[in-house]
């Protein structure tokens, strides 16, 4: 999201971007779930269509520190993300 119109419950329309001085209102009109205001508009930023694939295999905890180094995200172009979890 790159820009959003919202209208407060005093009626005053506030344009707030991602671009402003005051991020911190842009992110929490964003998440507010209507508590500022009711959001009018949005401007979107569209990205290309991509393919996803995800793989999924459990790994003995004895063997995830050798592994590892295959996860290294800043270096794949194929693995773009980890989740460790239960």
Known sequence: MLELSLMKSDGELLTLTCHDEDKD???AATL????LGVIVSLKLQCEPA???QQVQYSVPLKDVRTLLPEFDLRRSRLCTHVIYGA
């Not at 507010?32 to 508590?35: H, I, P």
């Open 50 to 52: 991509f393919r996803l």
């Open 32 to 35: 507010s779930l209507g508590a």
């Open 25 to 27: 209102m842009f992110q």
